[in-house]
């Protein structure tokens, strides 16, 4: 019995140790990476609109006279994602509004870190005031959907397009061993900083999915008429 006892501690005393080491080595890395984020310039293309708590970066494309499609990217990715889109877009007649949701992108982060679906939807909505849009097309993409449903809710707009989005996370895919994680902030907050909140890796993450995805451009452009 003292010797299964033994083992017992001897195993939790390592998984302790294991943890704390994981997170001191994510920790590191998450300022080395952080320190590298910092260091990127602002691309030329991109323009700043200021916000009650900061700015929102954004790209254009078309006429702005034209009827306005607004952009939402999934987590990880920024404004760029929709480059192709926007292009194509354009040319077929509309003036396309790509934004920086943050904390991605080139937007700046909030003191707060609040990145509730109403805060995010009133920064946009500011943004949209600010630029003198009416009765634009949200489109909203993955996580992101749910600060589009928002938008649509609390502005002029009635015309909305979800591309594969995810409007109930925990509830429906989140496995038990990510419920558990998230619910750890000291390991999930090194880690989302590190994989997820930052330009470094979530560009390459996201075009690797984003471009292998045989999208009907079509079929898109049939729904924002």
């Not at 409007?167 to 558990?180: G, M, N, T």
């Amino acid at each position: 019995m003292r010797h299964i006892f033994k083992k017992t501690i001897i195993i939790i005393v390592k998984l302790i140790l294991s943890l704390a080491l994981l997170t001191i080595s994510v920790g590191y890395c998450f300022t080395f990476y952080k320190e590298r984020v910092q260091t990127l310039e602002t691309p030329t293309s991109l323009q700043r609109a200021s916000i009650k708590d900061g700015y929102l970066t954004y790209l254009t494309y078309g006429d702005k006279g034209n009827q306005t499609v607004v952009l939402l990217h999934g987590t990880g990715a920024n404004a760029f994602i929709w480059e192709k889109t926007s292009t194509f877009l354009a040319e077929q007649g509309y003036y396309v509004l790509a934004v920086d949701v943050a904390p991605f992108g080139w937007s700046s982060i909030p003191e707060d870190q609040d990145y509730r679906k109403e805060v995010q939807a009133k920064k946009i909505i500011e943004l949209l005031h600010s630029l003198s849009v009416t009765n634009p097309i949200i489109l909203g993409h993955s996580y992101n959907s749910k600060i589009a449903l928002q938008i649509v809710k609390n502005f002029s707009s009635k015309k909305l397009i979800l591309v594969a989005p995810i409007l109930d996370y925990k509830k429906e895919i989140s496995p038990l061993p990510l419920r558990i994680l998230s619910s750890i902030s000291v390991l999930r907050d090194p880690l989302l900083s590190l994989f997820v909140n930052n330009k470094l890796f979530a560009d390459d993450i996201l075009l690797s999915f984003m471009y292998k995805k045989n999208i009907d451009i079509e079929t898109v452009l049939d729904n924002l008429t």
